[in-house]
């Protein structure tokens, strides 16, 4: 994540050009949303229902979704019980294991650490317990390699593939089709990745699938403050697992060699398509068959792929649209996440959810213009913006470029705070910074949640909220592949879990002023706005 909406940070040398969302995703359709006969917590009022009506008519068109029971949402609060549920549901899985991430562990150092080498020793367990187990594990070639031939994450990877077989274990590590040729020689590692990478976040285990921002090492385990929910459902570990497979069948096999780096990466000819190394563009041709119809609406409302189609049920209070943003790997890109944020932040635009309220956050604030305008632009009252103080952002203290990183953040979240200002909406929008320490100090954290919930008039408690790995800059829309869901319910014991959730990750939040961003402390030096304006020259985006 080292470089997310550069451009954006330097538009007074660069012309911005905004994303504006097609027609269709802003026609505002009405129908009645359903209300069960009976709700174990109660349904909500009729002027409740009618409120999200305006919402849901147009999801239905935009994204594929299934209707579940609130219980089936389990929603976690800290790294540590992350940890430990992943671990739990990891020991006890039956048939099958699938984890998408953007790396697991990071160096030979860090697996010798508790969390990270039991996360591991707990997948050798589950593996040598259980014969008919199989496990698929999907990460980022450019970041899973970086450290290669030194200990990397495919090389920490590999010998699961050694002792369990390629018929038990699949490791596969997904390439950007972006960065090949001169590119790929020239430009460093550590900023490499500013030009695409596998960004998913699903850790399935049977019929179960959380849905996080949170990476698999030692500092999501313990001390890096994430957002994690666990559906007990089959349709939607389904859909997930069936885009998780789409996915691998476009990227490289690892295979355990006797190499110094102890892996190699191959191109199976099994594959969906082309490898995006030798020939982009006739994989991006390819991939966009494979990708477009996984993401549908088509793919939950019709039973395709082997996944049921959508039933009502009075016990089914809750709908999960599933979110989908692989704009990399579609030519034209049909992805769900921008469609369905934009819909939603339009709506609340309307002079009848004056009422209403939503809290927003990414650790790293640098949302796509489009979203920034959409936030500012909404009749809401009450918002909420929480995103990472620079001692909480996980690039504080680094070396070289990525160092600059927190006060390119200081510096979009000051334009932001201006533009609150401008529009006159300071009484209806505060900007929040989560600080827990100092990151590399004892007792330090870092932030890295991200979400949006929405809170309908004469209501106390969001019924709506976006969940996943996406940061919502311009880099998630055009760079990354990103995977998510929008929960909308009408259950009263949800609607209290996901007011709670937004209130704990405020724990830690202190409001700032434009007069906080003055200080000397807060200043942002021009090497700052330099070094990204060079990056976004060369098509990187933060």
């Keep these: 994540m080292i470089i997310r909406g550069t451009a954006r940070c330097c538009r007074n040398i660069r012309p911005i050009v905004s994303r504006r969302a097609p027609p269709q995703y802003i026609q505002q359709c009405r129908r009645q949303f359903s209300t069960p006969a009976s709700s174990t917590s109660g349904p909500s009022s009729p002027s409740s229902a009618g409120l999200l009506a305006p919402f849901t008519s147009e999801l239905d068109r935009l994204a594929p979704s299934f209707e579940i029971s609130a219980s089936q949402i389990q929603i976690i609060r800290s790294p540590a019980d992350f940890y430990e549920t992943l671990k739990s549901k990891i020991r006890n899985a039956k048939s099958r294991i699938f984890l998408s991430t953007l790396y697991i562990g990071k160096t030979e150092e860090e697996l010798a650490r508790p969390p990270t080498r039991a996360a591991i020793t707990t997948l050798q ?157 006739r994989y991006v041709s390819q991939a966009t068959q494979v990708i477009s119809k996984l993401i549908s609406v088509d793919h939950s409302k019709n039973g395709k792929n082997g996944l049921p189609a959508r039933r009502d049920s009075s016990s089914k209070d809750t709908t999960v649209y599933m979110l989908g943003q692989l704009s990399q790997l579609m030519r034209p890109d049909t992805s769900t996440e921008l469609p369905v944020i934009t819909h939603l932040l339009q709506t609340l635009a309307g002079p009848e959810y004056a009422g209403s309220s939503w809290t927003f956050t990414a650790g790293y604030f640098n949302p796509d213009p489009t979203l920034r305008n959409l936030l500012l632009s909404t009749a809401s009252q009450d918002n909420t913006v929480i995103t990472a103080s620079p001692y909480a952002n996980g690039f504080y203290g680094s070396k070289g470029v990525s160092g600059l990183l927190p006060g390119g953040y200081t510096y979009l979240a000051r334009r932001f705070l201006r533009e609150i200002h401008e529009r006159k909406r300071q009484s209806s929008i505060v900007l929040k910074e989560w600080r827990r320490g100092v990151v590399g100090e004892p007792g330090g954290w870092t932030y890295h949640a991200k979400g949006l919930w929405i809170t309908l008039p004469n209501e106390d408690n969001p019924s709506m909220s976006i969940i996943g790995s996406s940061n919502y800059t311009k880099r998630s829309y055009s760079h990354d592949l990103e995977a998510g869901a929008l929960i909308v319910t009408r259950d009263e014991d949800l609607k209290k879990r996901l007011g709670a959730e937004q209130l704990w990750l405020q724990d830690f939040a202190k409001p700032v002023t434009l007069d906080d961003f003055a200080t000397n402390e807060r200043r942002v030096g021009l090497n700052v706005r330099i070094a990204l304006w060079i990056v976004s020259l060369v098509g990187g985006a933060l």
Aim: aromatic share 8%.
């Design 125 to 281: 367990e589950a593996l040598r317990s259980n014969p008919e187990l199989k496990l698929s594990i999907l990460t980022d070639a450019l970041r899973g390699t970086r450290e290669a031939p030194s200990p990397s994450c495919a090389s920490l990877l590999a010998p699961l593939i050694a002792e369990f077989g390629p018929d038990r274990v699949e490791i596969r590590m997904y390439h950007t089709p972006n960065l090949t040729g001169l590119r790929k020689r020239h430009i460093p590692k550590r900023v490499n990745e500013g030009w695409g990478l596998q960004h998913m976040k699903l850790y399935g285990v049977d019929d179960e699938v959380i849905l996080s921002g949170a990476n698999l090492s030692n500092d999501y385990f313990t001390n890096r403050q994430d957002r994690y929910h666990l559906f007990a459902s089959k349709d939607v570990t389904e859909f997930f697992l069936s885009l998780y497979r789409g996915v691998t069948s476009l990227s490289f096999l690892v295979e355990p060699s006797k190499e110094p780096a102890g892996f190699r990466l191959q191109w199976p000819s099994t594959n969906a398509a082309s490898s995006p190394l030798e020939h982009p563009e």
